[in-house]
């Protein structure tokens, strides 16, 4: 039988012997480690760095205006995590997700590589430096020549600091007009208004003074002004518990910034202007009420409550037709109620927004482009083609401009225009400085040499100059670096100082060019008047900006803080209206203005106003690499172009909006489980008078029934017998029982330690920076790009679709939950941070056949992604549901779900194991910088000094509601804080899980009539 | 609080842009597609340490024995950051020719001893002089899952003959430990010196 030949003529025998070479082979190819590896050393090495230990340099943030100062984390020559600096003003070392994402930029797979030129048959294809200066100088040599230079255009996102007057300086040589500095994201108005009220373009707004915030519009938690400074002050002012500013949002949807007011407002779009007239008493309340359908009772009390507390603060940010109207009489109000002083600081003004040229500029400037004005245009980090509305035709615009340069780095739908384009550094790699407030200048250094054959714009610049005879000599400095250093207040001893610390005093140069004369803006018309059935509000995403967030998965992967959607664009339509027209979430909404129309799902919501539908700006790009092109929809083509008539400011709430029900259908990619919690006592909150009676014991009983109430003397020791049982101590040792693994006198010292974590919902606004930040420090893949999907029959890459099968990654995540409000009444956002609880007793560690997860001596719930073969049960058996598995090997460059293409893999944290296919994975605590600070103090021969180190979401937490450390040592901070009265533990009542991780309750201010018993 | 580690003033950027770095942090899992798929198993890991024994020929055949023993060189002077550092770190080839600058390929006769000629100085100055780094194979490897931090070990005094063997006898390095996990943990246990004796519970250095 043996020697019977198989069908396919090979003996068995033959076939065996086949089959043990194969396994050889096999085995030689799956274990060996013959391969080779290179040990490649420096030719020199740099003095400073070390390998594999981080070096800081203090640099910049340019993600937006507002110039926060960052620790670009550097290690062997790669710039790998971006911290907030402790030591800059603006924002004492939060950072917000944007800033976070700024490597994802910098190593962003669909970067240019290097200068491209347009070539005979019309396409940008990739040429040489030399080729491409020449071809510049020569188009610059002809505007000169012929006497047109006048009429060319530079157009450069905004920035602070040296670079406007440097470039106004370059313009001016070449007799060109001063540039155009361009934000979409700023709020003219409201500059233009603080500039006529205040002098300066954005005060301080010190709101941890004001005993009342009311913001009509204002959302200075999403992407309204300064960021960080912002968040940093509200969260101090919220964090004074029952002394905190009760805040009330006016707006017509209830945004961030919206859902961690104590009261939501409901107004139409379009009559903010009314409402604060009526508050000021210009006005009467009754108009106000009537064009606002908000109730006179509820104006009234708010006007009475306003005038009644000292100091308030009131802020406004609407941008509409009216927009600086409005903020004037704001203004005015608050000169009125004494705020001006207290908690509108013009003394302390943020200076990152001056000098933005209007909406209204810009687009007279491409009106001139269409009327073939311009000979030449230059743009460096503006996108107007994606962020002009589409009405605007600024892409036909730009094709009656001759010759068109872009300085982007990336294939933006504005560069893919160009003729010429000359990609600039990164941040990153750029030497800079900003000036975000009066006598501070925040420097910006490379933290690494470049990625690809860029250069920095000014350096280009400055070569240019050099070889031109005629203005060489006004540009001596080899490069842009000496540039500033020459300039630098103090000289270059000053400047290394600065650059030591991140912030030098002093101020930078001014630009010497006159300003370009204003233009009258097109008025934008009243929304009333507009056409439709509803009224449309566009607003800037909290995580893409004006759409420069969009290539950057991070972003992209980024939920929605307030509707948990990624992915993807949504109308958000108010549940009632939705009711009506016979809509649910997920439906696809065809918005029709006179303009244009999009199309995209609904997502029903409680917090708009019944007559208005909202779209977020930043997605719907039909360029701009493999994360953003063809995801969404953009608002923007929808909208006409109005503006506000005196500041110029573009009008975004400008129209009404025909909507329908397509009758289609798609899916909403959200990382949303429930919206509410159905009395489980996630996210918990007091009222004001329920701290005080708390405080003073009277409520004690009431306290102790809710679920998971303190019982702080779980920490520090944190008695687990569970996880003692799964360390092998088990014994019938009574005291070893209670002591589980956490006795002081185990041999290995560690367990002394208990690592810990307080989350203060009071301070937390729900922004989400630690994901991003957690992102970043962890190697956590992103699972949904189109690319990503699996391609089915049915699916083809559609962006989400991982997500859509609960596939996402976020180690920590914001859960949101509305509280009340199921009247269509008012209601209440409660935001939670939700990572692995590090339980002592925890519910995932006995269900794991293999020990891949078990609890150390020092408190941690670990994984040992090495020991996981990936049954999930611990994931089943996790009543937080914080454990995520790896579906595909998101790791690997060969496999589709590869989650890092060239070269965002530079940006992976080489001190945490990038994980493979089939093992789960899940929170830390950041054990890579606990083992670090641990190899540091025995180094240096101490013990781990309190509060040396935190973990990455602290760390960047812009409203500082994150603390780390180690709670049975009562020197750290959050040994201190775990003890707080308002602790709980998430579902420890309930399921005896004994977590490492304390919430402490949001406090909430009623109005004073409610908490009157009114 | 937020501070990790020192601050540095000026980046060095040159140097940065000289060469490369050392490849031992980012090896792992995405930078080398070729390596990387060959050398994994079935769960996307590569599938252990290095084997015992191995003992590659190195572009340069470094006389260790010449280093230590002939001239009294100390560990730390060429792997400088095993004190300070998760890595031990390579000297770059200008702390080769620190001295290879002056002692070159071609020795005479001296003292009793007949000329010579030294391909490995040779070799070192031509490197030196294309500006270009010696590509050394690298021969101790753990996987990718394995945090291995020198710092603690050489801190807590444990030698570095100890893991790698006398290194300073051998004319070409191999590997004198097994590298295995069970090597590890006996040592942690306190088996080799009580003194030694340290934790060993998975996320010591897994993680």
């Known amino acids: ?1014 | 609080m937020t501070k990790r580690r020192k601050r540095v003033v000026v980046p060095g950027l040159a140097a940065l842009a000289v060469v490369a770095v050392l490849l031992s942090a980012y090896t792992g899992a995405t930078q080398q597609p070729d390596t990387v798929i060959k050398d994994r198993g079935s769960w996307g890991y590569s599938a252990g340490s290095s084997p015992q024994g191995r003992s590659p020929i190195q572009p340069i055949a470094f006389p260790h024995p010449t280093h230590v023993q002939t001239l009294g060189m100390n560990c730390l002077y060429c792997h400088f950051s095993a004190n300070k550092s998760p890595d031990p770190g390579m000297p770059a080839v200008g702390t080769c020719m620190g001295c290879h600058l002056v002692i070159g390929p071609n020795r005479p006769a001296m003292n009793g001893r007949p000329a010579r000629k030294s391909e490995g100085i040779a070799t070192l100055q031509k490197y030196w002089a294309q500006k270009k780094p010696v590509p050394w194979v690298r021969i101790h490897h753990v996987p990718d899952y394995v945090n291995f931090a020198h710092m603690p070990h050489i801190n807590a005094g444990v030698t570095c003959q100890t893991c790698h063997g006398q290194v300073q006898q051998m004319n070409r390095v191999y590997q004198y430990a097994s590298l295995n996990m069970g090597w590890c943990i006996n040592c942690h246990v306190g088996n080799v010196n009580p003194k030694w004796k340290a934790r060993y519970d998975c996320s010591v250095c897994h993680y």
């Open chain 1, 1 to 1014: 039988m043996s020697e019977n030949p198989t069908p396919s003529g090979v003996r068995r025998r033959e076939f065996l012997k086949i089959l043990g070479a194969g396994g050889v082979a096999t085995a030689a190819i799956g274990c060996s480690s013959d391969r080779v590896e290179k040990l490649i050393p420096y030719l020199n090495h740099p003095d400073e760095t070390v390998p594999m230990v981080s070096n800081y340099y203090a640099s910049t943030c340019r993600e937006c205006s507002a110039g926060c100062g960052v620790l670009l984390e550097t290690r062997d020559g790669r710039t790998f995590k971006l911290e907030g600096n402790p030591d800059h003003p603006l924002n004492r070392g939060a950072l917000c997700a944007r800033g976070q994402a700024a490597v994802q930029g910098l190593y962003n797979p669909d970067r240019y590589r290097g200068p491209m030129m347009r070539n005979a048959s019309g396409r940008l294809v990739p040429t040489t430096w030399d080729a491409a200066l020449k071809l510049l100088a020569q188009k610059l040599g002809a505007v000169q020549g012929s006497g047109r230079a006048g009429s060319a255009l530079f157009l450069n996102r905004h920035e602070s600091g040296s670079f406007p007057a440097f470039l106004d300086e370059w313009l001016a040589a070449y007799g060109m007009p001063a540039h155009l500095s361009v934000d979409p994201l700023a709020d003219n108005a409201v500059i233009a208004a603080n500039r006529q009220s205040y002098g300066v373009s954005w005060p301080w707004l010190a709101f941890s003074a004001a005993r009342l915030i009311v913001s009509i519009g204002a959302d200075f938690l999403d992407a309204w002004g300064a960021n960080v400074p912002q968040q940093l002050e509200f969260a101090d002012a919220r964090a004074r518990l029952a002394d905190a500013p009760r805040f009330v949002y006016v707006g017509p949807r209830r945004s961030l910034t919206g859902c961690n007011a104590d009261q939501w407002i409901a107004c139409r779009p379009g009559s903010e202007l009314a409402i604060a007239n009526a508050l000021s008493g210009r006005g009467s309340l009754d108009d106000a009420a009537t064009a606002s359908d908000v109730p006179v009772a509820t104006l009234q009390a708010l006007k009475a409550e306003l005038t009644g507390t000292r100091p308030p603060l009131v802020l406004s940010g609407v941008a509409a037709g009216d927009a600086m109207e409005l903020a004037l009489v704001v203004n005015e109000l608050n000169k009125q109620l004494g705020a001006v002083g207290t908690t509108v600081l013009p003394d302390r003004a943020i200076t990152s927004f001056d000098g933005i040229a209007t909406d209204a500029d810009v687009n007279a400037a491409i009106d001139a482009m269409r009327a073939g004005q311009v000979p030449l245009l230059m743009i460096r980090g503006a996108n107007p083609v994606f962020t002009t509305p589409r009405y605007v035709a600024v892409a036909d615009a730009l094709k009656k401009v001759p010759f068109k340069v872009s300085f982007s780095s990336y294939p933006d739908e504005t560069a893919e225009l160009c003729d010429l384009v000359l990609p600039d550094h990164h941040a990153i790699e750029s030497w800079g400085d900003a000036q975000p407030m009066a006598n501070v200048i925040s420097v910006q250094q490379p933290g690494m040499a470049p990625v690809y054959d860029t250069r920095q714009t000014a350096d280009v610049l400055i070569t240019l100059a050099k070889a031109n005879p005629g203005i060489a000599s006004k540009f001596a400095a080899p490069n842009y670096m000496r540039w500033l250093i020459d300039r630098y207040p103090g000289g270059s001893t000053a400047f290394t100082l600065a650059l030591e610390k991140g912030v030098g005093t002093g101020a930078v140069a001014a630009s010497p060019a006159p300003r370009r004369p204003a233009v009258t803006p097109k008025a934008a018309t009243p929304i009333g008047q507009t056409a439709g059935d509803m009224y449309l509000v566009v607003y800037p995403s909290a995580a893409l900006g004006d759409g420069s967030g969009a290539n950057k998965p991070w972003l992209q992967e980024f939920p929605d803080p307030v509707t948990k959607i990624c992915w993807q664009s949504w109308v958000e339509i108010n549940q009632q209206t939705a009711v009506k027209l016979g809509v649910d979430t997920g439906d696809i909404l065809r918005v029709e203005t006179a303009q244009g129309a999009v199309e995209a799902p609904a997502y029903v919501f409680m917090g708009i106003h019944k007559d208005t539908v909202a779209i977020p700006f930043g997605l719907g790009h039909t360029a701009y690499g493999r994360y953003a092109a063809g995801i969404g929809v953009n608002p923007g083509d929808v909208l006409p172009a109005g503006f506000d008539a005196k500041s110029g400011a573009f009008a975004w709430t400008a129209t009404k909006a025909t909507v329908t029900k397509t009758g289609a259908y798609t899916p909403i990619v959200t990382t949303e489980g429930s919206a509410r919690q159905h009395g489980r006592g996630i996210a918990q909150a007091l009222t004001v008078q329920e701290l005080a009676d708390l405080a003073a014991g009277r409520e004690k009983e009431k306290v102790e029934a809710m679920p998971g109430m303190p019982n702080t003397e779980y920490l520090p020791g944190l008695r687990s017998p569970m996880a003692a049982d799964a360390q092998g101590v088990v014994s019938s040792d009574i005291k070893h029982k209670e002591q589980g693994m956490y006795s002081p006198d185990h041999w290995s010292g560690m367990a002394k330690r208990r690592w810990a974590m307080t989350v203060d919902l009071a301070r937390c606004t729900g922004c989400q920076a630690c994901v991003t930040a957690c992102y970043a420090e962890n190697n956590i893949p992103t699972v949904a790009a189109p690319y990503q999907e699996v391609h089915t029959a049915f699916l083809h890459g559609v962006a989400g679709g991982n997500i859509l099968k609960g596939r996402e990654m976020n180690w920590i995540r914001l859960e949101r939950y509305w509280e009340g409000g199921e009247d269509g009444g008012d209601f209440e956002a409660r935001f939670v941070p939700m990572l692995c609880q590090h339980c002592g007793n925890a519910p995932c560690e006995p269900v794991c056949p293999v020990y891949a997860t078990y609890h150390s001596p020092d408190g941690l719930n670990v994984q040992v992604y090495n020991r996981c073969v990936g049954t999930r049960y611990c994931s089943n058996n996790c009543p937080y549901k914080v454990r995520y598995f790896n579906w595909f090997g998101y790791g690997e460059p060969a496999r589709p779900q590869y989650a890092w293409p060239e070269r965002l893999s530079w940006q992976l944290n080489p001190d945490v194991t990038v994980r493979g296919k089939g093992v789960m994975e899940k929170c830390s605590f950041c054990v890579q910088r606990i083992r670090e600070a641990e190899h540091r103090a025995k180094a240096e021969g101490r013990a781990v000094r309190p509060d040396e180190f935190t973990t990455s979401c602290a760390q960047a937490c812009p409203s500082r509601a994150i603390t780390f450390g180690d709670a049975a040592d009562n020197d750290w901070t959050v040994a201190k804080l775990a003890l707080d009265q308002r602790g709980y533990h998430v579902f420890q009542e309930q399921l005896n899980t004994f977590p490492a991780v304390v919430y402490l309750k949001k406090v909430n201010h009623p109005a004073p009539a409610a908490s009157a018993g009114a």
